[in-house]
């Protein structure tokens, strides 16, 4: 039985759209191409956000409990006053000289461990990930990757072939072995490491005995598109080992889990206490304004920047810079990450009291502001799950709050709101779920 | 005898730098990857920038006829009024519906030929032309691609492979073919096509022979990094039809002719009489804000999007569409294109009589804005013409002037200044052109 790989998306005829919606969608279809998907059984449109809401062309409010770009809240003033700040002064490239650009390399740099002290800016999460395999597979000699089952690193032809989250249609590199994350595979905690080192290290072989050899082992230690399956910290410090034993480098996906996500830290690898070789930035760097880097040692970064040419137009102007420079000031100013661990707190509390209440609930895990939640009864099939999944999204949306599902089987709630996130906000999500999980499992 | 690929760039110790620039590049290579090059043998620092002018700290002007992103010129208050205005609104993405999305995908489409119909977005020019190889490959069911001799696409994985550009250090694709182009190689303009479509109908018939097949012949209609070996127009068209003869795509990368780069059209490819499947958007799209695009046919865009899901977070957020929207609605309301090709002649003009009175001008080529001019004297050996360009691009920025190299040999002048230039600037640049071409020929 094959899963709908996006099954939270609109299919024209399954519900019964306003006059409005509806012209609007076929407007689209008559212009954007087919890879344009809508979310939601009725798509949801928004004029206006700010902080955690959304609102319609009626101004009804959606609370924002999905979306991971804008982690500190839609349409943040001081964010927006940078850019258009600094848009009025220059919008200067690379190739001149530009002090902010230099200031903001530093203070980045400074968020990360001594090691890595290199950064090359990119525009989106998906050039970081495709920068950073150019780099692993010229510095190491070798073209093998190893990525979990259900991994997603990203749209370019390169990242696409390393990411089986894609599917079936979407054709996997020769070159990338695909590794089964202990949580998903029922492995108890104590196990875990080995399970996953065990697999990691076969790969390795395998790779070898094909001339391929490993160049990197690339994960998001948040697991996200693999159904957050996070635990326990520190499950990938041998497999890591056995990466770098055979000349492998490590490349830490931080487009999900990282600028303070997780709460406890400021970068995912930390939580699991390794340092990579390369870090890959990009959602949430710049608040919604598109920007992403690539954070490394100094040794594949300088062998790369010293062989190879590589120039990013838009990357690194100081538009996007200035941006990305006030969203760094304000998590740490404003002591964010603080807020995402107390905050998370609270809420994995209060969907741990709806599921000691409520039938539904299968499991939870959370690192920070980012929760996999998993849906269906224990004794119902896996499609029956996925259903249960998708129909409480649905009506959380139709009761005016925003998350998605995630996982292998897709019957995991992804739950990710902006990281300003507050007990307010939480209690208002915790109504609207306990009310619809009733409804839906009564 | 190998050609430096990057002429035109500091190296330390060439030059005796002011303390500030010193200090600032010292701080630069500390925390920025190896791969950044900065322009010019003593670097520019620019604070500010208007219309087509940037400032250094000491609130020096220098005349850009360089920067082909800012194309409406630098800091365009009403493009930067409109990213602001919807920043502060919303930013939403494509997964929401947002009427302004649509309607700047309609006006987009308005200025292709009826045949491209369906739009993607994308965040830069590389990312445009990573998906267009993506789409061509699958329509196609084939892997190959032709590209010219020096040509460029981008930095991702899959276009650095078929960027001959960047040369030994970045291995081509062995799906990759390289074609020459006639006006490099001598080629009267009357057997131009022949020649370009016979080394074309050579290359299918390889790549078939190997089981690799014809995915898509991919081409910058101004041939920018090979030199700007434009003419005769239309040259390509029999290459075209080879192509698809064979089941190949046609893509053409409108990164640097398009947006009315060239005057006559907005679109480069119109100046060859063909129409392409695809074509990919890019620099100056946003006038510096990172936003692309692949426009085509139906057919294969339906079929990728209908098959691979292709999904990219920034891409089409409602602040890089207004943003475009803006840039679109300039350019046709304050009808640029005429003035790029008035102001284009007039720069001809120019260039002419100084070639006429002085020495050290071997041949000039352009469309609208863009053109490459060849230095050096007749019976010069290529590595002196190349240092000769090299002297005069650096006595003209020492003069207040910016522009670069380009060609094989990188011995040819690239001057690209922003659409807006009118001729005062012209006037302006001409008189520093002569000046340095007067002194560095004496």
Not at 221 to 250: C, H, K
Not at 271 to 293: C, E, Q, S, W, Y
Not at 298 to 315: K, V
């Amino acid at each position: 039985m094959s899963v709908d790989l996006m099954p939270n998306r609109f299919r024209p005829g399954e519900a019964e759209l306003p006059q409005r919606e509806a012209h609007l969608i076929s407007r689209r279809d008559a212009v954007l191409g087919a890879s344009y998907r809508l979310q939601y059984r009725k798509p949801v449109h928004f004029v206006r956000g700010e902080g955690m809401w959304l609102f319609d062309p009626d101004d009804r409010p959606y609370l924002d409990f999905y979306n991971n770009v804008p982690s500190l809240g839609h349409c943040h003033p001081e964010v927006n006053a940078a850019m258009a700040e600094q848009a009025a002064r220059i919008s200067a490239n690379t190739r001149y000289l530009e002090p902010q650009l230099v200031d903001y390399a530093e203070k980045l740099i400074a968020t990360f461990p001594a090691e890595l002290d290199r950064v090359v800016f990119t525009c989106t999460g998906s050039e970081s990930n495709d920068l950073a395999l150019r780099i692993a597979r010229l510095a190491s000699g070798n073209e093998g990757v190893i990525v979990t089952s259900y991994a997603y690193h990203g749209t370019s032809a390169a990242v696409a072939a390393v990411s089986p989250n894609l599917g079936a249609a979407v054709n996997l590199s020769p070159n990338v072995r695909i590794v089964e994350l202990p949580g998903p595979a029922g492995i108890p905690h104590d196990q875990a490491a080995d399970f996953f080192e065990a697999q990691v290290r076969l790969a390795i072989i395998d790779l070898q005995r094909r001339g391929i050899g490993i160049a990197a082992l690339l994960f998001d230690s948040i697991f996200s598109s693999d159904g957050v399956w996070i635990d326990p910290p520190g499950f990938i410090a041998g497999a890591v080992d056995a990466v770098r034993e055979a000349g492998g480098l490590i490349i830490s996906d931080e487009v999900q889990p990282g600028f303070g996500r997780t709460g406890d830290h400021m970068w995912g690898f930390a939580r699991h206490g390794i340092v990579p070789d390369l870090a890959t930035l990009g959602k949430p760097m710049g608040n919604g304004f598109p920007i992403g880097a690539v954070v490394g040692r100094s040794q594949p970064m300088e062998h790369f920047g010293q062989t190879a040419r590589y120039s990013n137009t838009f990357a690194g102007n100081t538009v996007g810079i200035a941006t990305a420079d006030a969203v760094l000031t304000i998590l740490q100013r404003d002591r964010i990450l603080d807020s995402v661990v107390s905050v998370g707190q609270y809420l994995r509390h209060g969907i741990e009291a709806i599921a000691a209440e409520l039938p539904g609930i299968r499991g939870m895990r959370n690192a920070g502001l980012f929760f996999g939640v998993d849906i269906g009864f224990e004794d119902s099939l896996p499609a029956q799950r996925r259903a249960m999944a998708l129909d409480l999204v649905n009506a959380m949306r139709d009761d005016g709050v925003l998350i998605s599902t995630t996982s292998a089987n897709e019957d995991a709630l992804k739950i990710r709101p902006p990281l300003i996130c507050q007990h307010e906000h939480v209690d208002k999500f915790l109504e609207v779920f306990h009310n619809s999980l009733g409804r839906i499992t009564s």
